[in-house]
């Protein structure tokens, strides 16, 4: 078994407290989420998706953010797809922006809903040719033989959207997670990591406490 007892790093550069963050997380998210940008972390728009089976067994992959704001946090995929077969049985989720590079983490948790199609429509045709080619190609999660039957797949659509025009399929969409918790990691030192949690109230206001690290 590999020892990895004395992989670590000390964590401590910033703190974070209840009196310094925004009264609404989406505005506290912009405000880290532009800091990772400044601070070129590798896609800070990539998030860990974590959904659950019919059997109870979580499942996760990471998924990039297309587009947020106070309503939610919209994702893009394959309605068809094992995350969207499991989403369609309980639409509950959580995601995790793994900032690691800031010692930062954020943790949302909430429920699911599918986008209009308008809004799929407007981002998919912002996507790359190529790119809106590949959803018709991918029957996302099931099985394939072989790499070149994909790659024969794709040569096939390219032929039949020559043009350039390509529509929107109709197993393809946005999903629009709407948050009910949002946690704020930010590493402590000595693992004195500071967490400031914030649940969505009825009222539609935000309830903020600090958590235990």
Not at 10 to 31: A, C, K, M, W
Not at 52 to 66: A, F
Not at 129 to 157: C, D, N, P, Y
Request: aromatic share 12%.
């Amino acid at each position: 078994m590999a020892d990895l007892g004395d992989l670590r790093e000390e964590y401590g550069h910033d703190s974070l407290t209840e009196d310094s963050v925004d009264p609404n997380p989406i505005e506290q998210f912009r405000i880290w989420f532009k800091q990772a940008m400044d601070q070129n972390v590798t896609e800070p728009n990539a998030m860990s998706l974590a959904t659950v089976d019919e059997n109870g067994q979580p499942w996760q992959r990471s998924v990039l953010l297309k587009a947020y704001d106070n309503n939610g946090f919209v994702f893009y995929t394959n309605y068809d797809s094992r995350k969207g077969q499991q989403l369609a049985q309980n639409p509950k989720t959580c995601v995790l922006f793994p900032w690691i590079q800031l010692e930062r983490q954020v943790i949302v948790t909430g429920s699911v809903e599918r986008v209009s199609t308008a809004e799929s429509l407007k981002y998919f045709a912002s996507r790359p040719f190529g790119s809106r080619l590949g959803a018709w190609v991918s029957q996302q999660s099931s099985v394939v033989s072989s790499r070149s039957i994909l790659l024969a797949k794709f040569e096939e659509m390219k032929n039949k959207f020559k043009d350039g025009e390509v529509p929107l399929p109709s197993f393809w969409g946005g999903y629009r997670i709407v948050p009910e918790t949002i946690e704020f990691w930010m590493g402590g030192k000595s693992r004195i990591h500071d967490r400031i949690f914030y649940t969505k109230q009825d009222d539609g206001s935000w309830k903020i406490e600090r958590l235990s690290p």
